[in-house]
């Protein structure tokens, strides 16, 4: 099925630095939600975004729905050890059709 | 407490032996839906179901069952499992209002290996 580009599809960073990743489609999304998959267990939502433009934030996490409907942002700030996981974009259509990215595995050295 | 609960969430078996893995939801979710998680491939969907009675396939039903024969309850049925069905398994379930999907759900997941 259809995926979502999502980029980068790996990070390893120090713990305290910002971490940028994004989701593109090349198809017009009218709402993007981002999930965290820690190791073994199952992805938990992070943030929703429902409106072109918005921008949200969630303690040190912070997403964007781009302009265009076809890319959304997620920011995290002063990482630490336990924001390690994969960060997956995903859509959830009026179509029933839902659309996953293929995640970023974020690792984050002490 | 609002939750996904599948079982079990390890399984060892060998090639066709019958299983079913259960998934459950207590918040009255009208869709729920089957994923496998393999490495490099992301989540791929298998089956899901938009209400009772009512089950579809997804991107990779083969060697898949599912039922829903009531609104909480969406088992898993591999009739004859093969090697290449050993993957993480992921229940999820979502509320649907007005043909809008809110935020999926998901349980911690199904980790089978078929010898």
């Known amino acids: 099925g259809q995926q979502l580009n999502q980029s980068p599809q790996s990070m390893f960073i120090q713990e305290g630095e910002d971490v940028s990743m994004n989701c593109t489609s090349s198809?017009?999304?009218?709402?993007w939600l981002w999930y965290k998959q820690d190791p073994g267990e199952g992805p938990v939502l992070l943030i929703a975004?429902?409106?072109a433009g918005e921008l949200t934030s969630n303690g040190r996490l912070t997403a964007q729905f781009g302009i265009t409907r076809k890319d959304s942002f997620l920011n995290i700030s002063a990482s630490i050890p336990s924001d390690v996981g994969i960060y997956f974009c995903f859509y959830a259509g009026n179509n029933r059709k839902l659309i996953w990215g293929l995640g970023t595995s974020l690792a984050v050295n002490p | 407490e609002a939750q996904v609960t599948q079982n079990p969430r390890y399984l060892i078996t060998v090639t066709g032996k019958k299983l079913t893995v259960t998934c459950s939801q207590n918040?009255?979710?009208?869709?729920m839906s089957w994923y496998r998680q393999d490495p490099g491939l992301g989540l791929r969907q298998i089956y899901y179901s938009m209400n009772v009675e009512v089950t579809d396939k997804g991107d990779v039903p083969e060697g898949y069952k599912v039922s829903r024969k009531e609104k909480r309850n969406f088992p898993l049925i591999l009739e004859s499992p093969s090697p290449n069905q050993t993957s993480l398994y992921f229940c999820?379930?979502?509320?649907?209002?007005?043909?809008?999907?809110?935020?999926?759900?998901f349980g911690n997941g199904t980790r089978l290996t078929v010898t």
């Open positions: 999820a379930s979502s509320l649907v209002l007005w043909g809008t999907f809110g935020p999926l759900h």
């Open positions: 198809s017009i999304f009218n709402t």
């Open positions: 975004l429902y409106k």
């Open positions: 918040m009255n979710h009208e869709y």
